[in-house]
């Protein structure tokens, strides 16, 4: 089954606690992506990578880092946690032209 | 900010045709128009593109004005799993950075 994967789904830190969110996907897509939502803000692009070892940055990048070494996954560092990166978090991928954009199931981060 | 402006809710009741207006008066030439919608808290899902003429798939339809300053996307028959947030963006293509906007929240009632 095509798919984007995410991990954790859940996660409570604490405030400077280094934290990695995998994401995979399986369907050989150049493409991919992370975004945040935040209540009456809406999907707020972090990163995106448009191929291995090619990645820029999207609206709202400060206290992020991404890493796409492989073509299947890009993980979504966070090297100090802060509050207000409290959010929910999407990764996306899709193919070179691919209009479709295949979102994962999200992980919801609060940082106390 | 987003280049579309839309309703922050509508109602349709079940069975019926859900028809959801999107103003993008600043388009450019080279700009597609596609839709995605968001059930509740889970990812966002695709539903339909188009540039300029109106497109149809098995989710939807997509109705672009000759002028391109506005596109309705319809569900022709609408049930309670259509509840969500839809969002209309604009865009050259996929690869640019996608301002999904607040989107339009849709609930379908029984």
Redesign the interface.
């Known amino acids: 089954e095509a798919q ?1 994967t995410q991990n954790p789904r859940y996660l409570i830190t604490v405030t400077g606690k280094k934290l990695t969110v995998t994401c995979s996907q399986n369907m050989n897509h150049e ?1 991919m ?1 992370w ?1 945040r939502q935040d209540p ?1 803000l ?4 972090i990163y ?1 990578s ?1 191929n291995v070892e090619v990645t820029d940055k ?2 709202v990048p400060e206290g992020y880092k991404v890493s796409r070494k492989e073509k299947r996954n890009f993980p979504l560092i966070l090297e100090s946690p802060s509050p207000n990166q409290t959010s ?1 978090y ?1 990764c ?1 991928s ?1 193919s070179p ?10 992980t ?1 981060l609060t940082v106390t | 900010d ?1 280049k579309t402006t839309q309703p922050p809710s509508m109602d349709c009741a079940e069975g019926r045709a859900a028809n959801l207006p999107c103003n993008h008066s600043t388009i450019s030439g080279n700009e ?1 128009v ?1 839709w ?1 919608r968001q059930i509740h ?6 539903i339909i ?1 188009g540039l300029k003429n109106n497109e149809t798939n098995e989710m939807a339809s997509l109705i672009i004005t000759e002028d391109r300053k506005s596109s309705t996307l319809i569900l022709p028959h609408a049930t309670l799993r259509d509840t969500a947030v839809y ?1 209309c963006i604009v865009g050259v ?3 640019d ?7 339009t929240r849709l609930h379908i009632l029984p």
């Open positions: 984007v493409y992506s975004y009456g809406g999907l707020r692009q995106y448009m999207g609206d929910l999407f996306a899709s032209g691919g209009w479709e954009q295949y979102f994962g199931p999200g919801r | 987003a597609y596609y995605y808290s889970q990812g966002p899902q695709y593109h969002y293509n996929r690869d950075k996608i301002i999904f906007g607040k989107g």
